[in-house]
């Protein structure tokens, strides 16, 4: 195995772990609608860690999709999301086993479900960006029109920077750290990491391996061995 692929797995194996402690909340939190509110430091540990490792990703991806793209640490979600927003070659399959009659035109639509939650998640909606040129003709990024940034990461930033702070409705920001947006990030992550996979690995079996080895969206064991085999042609 090269060193590219050792990095894809490095990614994928602390996915997994991160993947694993969330499992485990479900002892003390049943994974329900009815809880989606409830907080915890657990999951404020969880939160930060799945959203950070968003972030590390996502920064890697959009160097993989373009090679001038620079991973420095000052990078916006805005700057790495605009270059990996519209790469839906894969994700039109991610939505077939469950709505078939659906085609995402980009990732904002990419949807999956979560079998232990027993519930769809789309956990990049309506985050579409565009460039654009000010009045000094500098190129900036903007969000599309009727578009908005994920709620679950400005729930992040929220919890990451001001969470003994209360926010406009009189709460302290530490209730954002709730089962709802561990949900939602954790699937967010799942996305970019077959994002990755479909990106770094061209090999049949090694997919099936990886996909199988998740706990929440375990995909492929869905599908007829006819369909898995049209989905790496």
Known sequence: MGQFDTNVRNFWNYYLELESEFVETKRFVEFHKDNYNSFSVEFLKLFQAICSEIDVLGKHIASLINPSFSRSDNKSIQQWWIEIQDYADFYSDLNKWHNPLEKPINLSDAQIYNYLLNESFQPWKKYNLERYLDKNNNSRIRLKPNCQTPTWWTAYNAVK???TELNKNGELNFKKASLKNVCESISALYIL??????????????????????????KVSLATSEDIDELFR
């Not at 990491?193 to 375990?218: D, P, R, T």
Request: hydrophobic share 35%; no cysteine.
């Open 161 to 163: 920077h001001h969470r």
């Open 193 to 218: 990491e077959i994002l990755v996979l479909e990106l770094s690995i061209k090999n049949k079996a090694q997919y099936e391996s990886f996909y199988n080895e998740s706990k929440l969206f375990n």
